[in-house]
């Protein structure tokens, strides 16, 4: 921890060039490999299906690649950094870096590609056109990489938005019946968030301190890492109104009670492959911004905002819990236990610890593996009884044994099972609210002030909520995988077991399940340092007396 | 009598700095002389307007590089970053009007060699237009540049609409110069000056009479909010656009709207200046009601042209918000750079919108919304530009539009007054309201089955494969790199002044 926090720091330097960081190839080649497919006629589907794997697989590439050159000791530090002007006259940058935080979401999002990609190949959803989809999948691709690398709020934006049309167009292109509305709705609520947000972010740009340019003049900067101190001089009033800007854009995302409204039609109307890219990766997206954007910059203001947070977190897992519990749906049941999942992970974020934010960032990859794992069987689910109606649907087990284990493989994981990854996700989470805004980093004990009583309450709340967890998911499993088929599906051939392409999807995400439950240390010890780091910076606004 | 003719001194005229409007001139009388003496002359307009109109270019980038300001006719006629900015939007604009033109107006039985002379006539009123600084160059320009417009505007004269949209046009134009005509008259009275500078430091002056500056404020304002379809005075927009040729209509929506945009800025940021207690609480609430009103009519829009033409006057909003917060310390040349930043952008993506209207046009004959079902299936091109220009005009990133309005935030929020942080926030929840008739339309190309099953592709002519390449890459290269943009923006500036003027900022 550097203790000279000071103005002195507020200096912008050019840093690398913009082909001298993989993280720019991670950005562009998917859109490169959009490009080919565009020139590539219709007609030749295979030819898609192979540019759009064989980018993807690129992509992945690179993202191993910096697995391995990754310096683990400093996972605290921004790591493949790039510093470049972009909009010089607002002293927007093209700033990216990677680290602990930043390194798992990256990770799960390159992964989750190419899996669904090979998921699709021979199930394109009606009405196919694969030219089309995989052109949607790569760009949103490059939306997501984008988001988890940018380092300048502006840029974060941009990335952050171009997710909306890709995701806008599977929904309403390739869903189901309802499929206009809830592209619509998805897309109206999160412009809505946005216009919020880029306000706020101008607020901030306007309001903070000046820094000091490569060339010597003084400008205002969209810099996340300069930010934190730049706007420590804004007033804390004016400060808990800018959070609550950056609030109501993340909190849509994420989704958290009272704007989750979107997120059962999406999720129950999106093409399979939608799903699980929103269920592993989009809500993300809303997550991290509060990680990576609105608690660093505005510690204080967090503080305040932090037992609203952790009230409509809770809400959230236990009006989640509620809603799964009435449903007749499938699929919109596991959507609305996101909503539950979402809500553990908001409130690890709202206990403001070093202990709570691990448990966020893990309780994010493990949601995105688990949930992610969920709406793929789901998927093949529909197809084989072409509906998700509970009632009709039974004995799963019996008529295809390893999909129905598949399936209770995740259920077990999504209830949070000790040995797998959803554990380490929700029971720290938990525990982080015990003593939620209080810790000692390195013999110095930090405090953000938050209300104890509040927060221990919230967390007997969210024990509770595990126990709802464990009800309606195994109730869920109860009903349709054991017992007898229904006369309805007892003699239909096309209820089939798992087959190659699925299991070749399937296979990395159930892996990676069992490896993070039974040795998590091999996120945390990645994504520890850099938390810490977090919050010891956070801490040091907050005795200087910044908001 | 001779002698005092003979003791007339022409005035210095640098001929370079005249040399666009001298080349727009010549083209205009190139395209009039082939049309009269060779018998297939209007078969050649279309290809001597837009090499003329490219050719018109050349002495504008030669005039930008050398970067010399020029002042001309006792400052009545400059010469400087922001008229070159603009007058190389008019005739970028100008030309790609011609390339979507050739077939429309050659397969359509109209005149052919008029249409372009008129065109090209127009075109110079706007150049004018971008470089008068003094009310009579201005009153001239706005002249030169509607009476062809009332003509084109009736281009399809068999055709009622065609007529209707001339008549209306015409009628509500004429009503507005008068009302200009009108204020200008009095703040001649006030200040004994037509000049912009002077007005400026007449206006400006304690013992002037608010009520009388507010009046002919008021009035010389509303003619040009006329040109930009500003509510209440929008009511010609829809009904023209609808009838007149859809490349006249691209035309109208777009140059003539930015030839008002630049009489508004050079009015407010230079003549006004000075009274911004007049024109901020005029604007605000223009802005407001430009706004709002074309959004929630768009909403209820059937046809696209119609729509666009209500999206039009919404656009028109958000660019009239910068100049309710002109006044502000804090906020200087931003709002200018601001406004002309969204001019660029919305020349390119509207332009595009419209080419995608013609395209279509050519199949199914018709803007109607329904014409627009399932046209992924059986023009996915065509789909994917459309696509592209729909969701700039609504502001997503990255598409070009996203950096447009960003701007205008830019600038309110800057101000950091109540004004301009309400207006962010209206600003802020017409994008949303906005964004749902977009998406209508594009829910209609991609999501919705195609109407008769027609699926035979639509023949799009190369000129306007052009127009739909160049408007699609613009809007999502400048989206991706607005520093495209901003470089010509922020170069533009008004007034000579150190404060308002950073040097640094002085040259493109």
Partial sequence: ?547 | MIASLLAFTAPSIDFHAFAPEIVVVGVLVLVLIVDLVTDEGSAWAPSIASLGLLAALIPIITLATTEHEVSMFGGAYMVDNFSLVLKALFVVTTYLVVLLSMNYIGEGDYWEGEYYQLLIAALLGMMIMASARDLITMFIALELLSIPAYMLAAWKKSALKGNEAGIKYYLMGVFASAVMLYGMSMIYGITGSTLLTEIAEAVGRPETSTPIITLSIVFVLVGFAFKVSAVPFHSWAPDTYEGAPTPVTTFLAVASKTAGFVALMTLVFVGFRTRADVFQPMMWALAVVTMFVGNLIALRQTNVVRMLAYSGVAQAGYMLAPFAVYGYDSVTSMALSSIVAYLLVYMVMNVGAFAVVIALARKTGSAELSAFSGMREFAPGLTFAMTIFLFSLAGIPPLGGWFAKFAIFQVLVSSESPWGYSLAVIVGVNSVIALFYYARVAKAMWMEPVLDGDLTPVKVPVSQVTVLIVTAVATVAIGVYPSMVTRFSSSTCLIADPVECPADTAAP
Avoid at chain 1, 161 to 186: D, T
Avoid at chain 1, 267 to 278: E, K, Y
Avoid at chain 1, 520 to 536: C, E, H, K, Y
């Fill in chain 1, 1 to 547: 921890m550097d203790p000279q926090l000071t103005t002195d720091l507020l200096q912008v330097q050019d840093v690398g060039s913009f082909f001298g960081t993989p993280l720019t190839y991670l950005i562009f080649v998917p859109v490169v490999g959009a490009l080919i497919m565009m020139l590539i006629p219709k007609g030749s589907e295979t030819a898609h299906k192979v540019v759009a794997l064989a980018t993807s697989l690129v992509t992945l590439g690179i993202g191993v690649y910096l697995l391995q050159q990754f310096d683990y000791d400093r996972s605290a530090d921004l790591q493949f950094g790039v510093n470049l002007p972009w909009i010089e006259s607002i002293n927007s940058r093209y700033i990216l870096g990677l680290d602990g935080i930043s390194l798992p979401l990256l990770l799960l999002t390159l992964f989750v590609v190419p899996l669904c990609i090979i998921y699709s190949w021979n199930h394109f959803p009606e009405p196919k056109d694969p030219k089309a989809f995989l052109i949607l999948i790569l760009i949103l691709e490059t939306g997501m990489v984008g988001s988890f690398v940018a380092l300048d709020l502006i840029l974060f934006f941009v990335f952050f938005e171009v997710v909306l049309l890709p995701m806008y167009f599977l929904i309403g292109v390739w869903g189901g019946e309802q499929r206009q509305y809830a592209a619509i709705k998805f897309f109206l609520y999160t412009l809505f968030g946005s216009a919020l947000m880029i306000i706020a972010f101008l607020a901030l740009y306007f309001l903070s301190d000046m820094v000091t340019m490569p060339d010597g003049s003084m400008m205002h900067t969209f810099d996340m890492k300069l930010l934190p101190i730049a706007a420590s001089s804004i007033t804390l009033g004016t400060a808990i109104w800018i959070f609550g800007g950056m609030f109501v854009g993340f909190g849509i995302k994420v989704p958290m009670f009272p704007f989750h409204t979107w997120l059962p039609d999406a999720h129950t109307q999106a093409p399979t492959v939608g799903s699980v890219i929103l269920a592993a990766v989009l809500l993300k997206l809303g997550t991290y911004g509060f990680v990576r954007i609105a608690l660093p910059i505005l510690p204080t203001a967090a503080a305040k905002w932090a037992p609203v947070i952790g009230v409509l977190a809770v809400i959230g897992i236990i009006y989640g819990a509620l809603c799964c519990l009435a449903q007749t749906d499938m699929k919109r049941l596991i959507a609305f236990s996101s909503v539950a999942h979402m809500g553990f992970v908001m409130l690890a974020i709202a206990s403001m610890t070093d202990f709570g934010l691990n448990a966020a960032i893990f309780g994010m990859v493990a949601h995105g593996l688990i949930t992610g794992m969920l709406f793929f069987v789901m998927g093949s689910a529909k197809e084989r009884y072409h509906t998700l109606e509970i009632k009709r649907i039974s004995g799963m087990l019996v008529q295809a044994p390893r999909l129905g284990w598949i399936f209770g493989f995740c259920v077990m994981a999504s209830l949070g099972l000790p040995g797998l990854a959803g554990f380490w996700g929700e029971f720290p989470a938990i525990l982080s609210a015990y003593d939620a805004g209080q810790m000692t980093i390195a013999g110095v004990d930090i405090s953000f002030g938050l209300n104890i009583t509040l927060f221990r309450t919230l967390m007997v709340i969210a024990a509770i909520g595990t126990v709802f967890a464990a009800g309606y998911l195994l109730w869920l499993f109860q009903r349709t995988a054991f017992g007898t088929p229904t006369a309805e599906f007892a003699d239909d051939p096309h209820i089939t077991d798992v087959s190659p392409t699925e299991w070749l999807a399937w296979t990395p995400f159930l892996v990676l399940i069992v490896v993070f439950g039974v040795a998590p240390g091999l996120m945390f010890n990645v994504i520890d340092p850099a938390v810490t780091r977090s919050i010891q910076e956070m801490h040091a606004i907050t005795l200087l007396g910044g908001s």
